[in-house]
């Protein structure tokens, strides 16, 4: 019912194109998933009474954000990137936010290894709970995401990629045939 009244905003974000850009052939990577992503963003108490329900009587309100909002995605995109920016800039890494999971590509395996417990330090201390059974600290050249499917840079994919047409779409299963 909210949606009804919130205004349409477009916005970018960060997509497979981006991880295809960002990575380079034989880099090595790990993701963490942000526990319950949007629950980290507070919602302002003047609005919480437009974001409740009833259950059994009572009226229960959400002091924080929920998935159902449209703007959900665009809220939480940007309180993410301020923070991605300070640990890309502050230990010289690449950070891709790519949903609610956060990609970091090096070409350096050590120095991915070295740098993992840092960032999950600057995650939590800015108060991030991170999803212990979606954590992949599993530092590897291919990764699992878009709900399952593997990403890994490969010249397969830069050569497929460079075959296409400037300016055609492709369309999701089409990218992921080459991933």
């Not at 949606?3 to 477009?10: D, E, H, M, P, V």
Request: hydrophobic share 40%; with cysteine; charged share 25%.
């Amino acid at each position: 019912m909210l949606n009804k009244f919130l205004l349409q905003s477009n916005f970018i974000m960060e997509d497979i194109s981006t991880l295809r850009e960002l990575m380079l052939e034989g880099d090595w990577m790990f993701k963490i998933d942000p526990e319950s992503a949007l629950h980290h963003i507070p919602v302002h108490p003047q609005f919480q009474p437009f974001r409740g329900f009833i259950y059994k009587g009572n009226f229960f309100k959400y002091v924080a954000m929920y998935v159902e909002v449209k703007h959900a995605p665009m809220t939480f995109n940007k309180f993410l990137l301020p923070v991605i920016g300070i640990i890309g800039q502050h230990l010289g890494i690449k950070v891709i936010a790519y949903c609610d999971d956060v990609i970091f590509p090096d070409k350096n395996n050590d120095e991915l290894m070295n740098k993992e417990p840092l960032i999950l330090q600057i995650l939590e201390e800015l108060g991030y709970k991170i999803q212990e059974r979606k954590l992949n600290l599993q530092i590897a050249q291919d990764i699992e995401i878009l709900d399952g499917h593997r990403f890994q840079r490969s010249a397969q994919v830069g050569e497929a990629l460079s075959k296409r047409k400037p300016g055609s779409r492709q369309s999701y299963q089409q990218v992921l045939q080459y991933l």
